[in-house]
């Protein structure tokens, strides 16, 4: 698979990051174990602050979203992370997992 797309929907207190139902299927079809979520939402004042001191949030974003523990195996399936503005389809942020 080339891409993984996580769905980014602005709130008015902070951002919800989710996959689509399909995304989570084919996940668990490829890592039994894996156990993906829904969403998961990060308020705006915390994305900042962690950003301030430990880098950008979406790498920390979607590994616990898709609930896969071994990354390596996830490279080996996914070459690209796409994080999509919801209301305007815009990319907000790739990130590339594949080596």
């Given at each position: 698979?080339?891409?993984?797309?996580?769905?980014?929907?602005?709130?008015?207190?902070?951002?919800?990051?989710?996959?689509?139902?399909?995304?989570?299927?084919?996940?668990?079809?490829?890592?039994?174990?894996?156990?993906?979520?829904?969403?998961?939402?990060?308020?705006?004042?915390?994305?900042?602050?962690?950003?301030?001191?430990?880098?950008n949030l979406e790498s920390y974003i979607y590994p616990a979203l898709l609930g896969v523990?071994?990354?390596?195996?996830?490279?080996?399936?996914?070459?690209?992370?796409?994080?999509?503005?919801?209301?305007?389809?815009?990319?907000?942020?790739?990130?590339?997992?594949?080596?």
């Open positions: 698979m080339e891409a993984i797309r996580i769905n980014v929907n602005k709130q008015m207190d902070g951002y919800t990051f989710s996959i689509a139902p399909s995304i989570r299927q084919l996940i668990r079809s490829w890592f039994p174990n894996a156990h993906p979520a829904n969403n998961i939402f990060v308020a705006y004042d915390t994305k900042s602050n962690f950003e301030a001191y430990f880098g523990e071994n990354q390596t195996d996830l490279n080996k399936k996914v070459n690209e992370i796409i994080f999509i503005d919801t209301q305007t389809g815009n990319v907000l942020h790739k990130h590339k997992v594949a080596a």
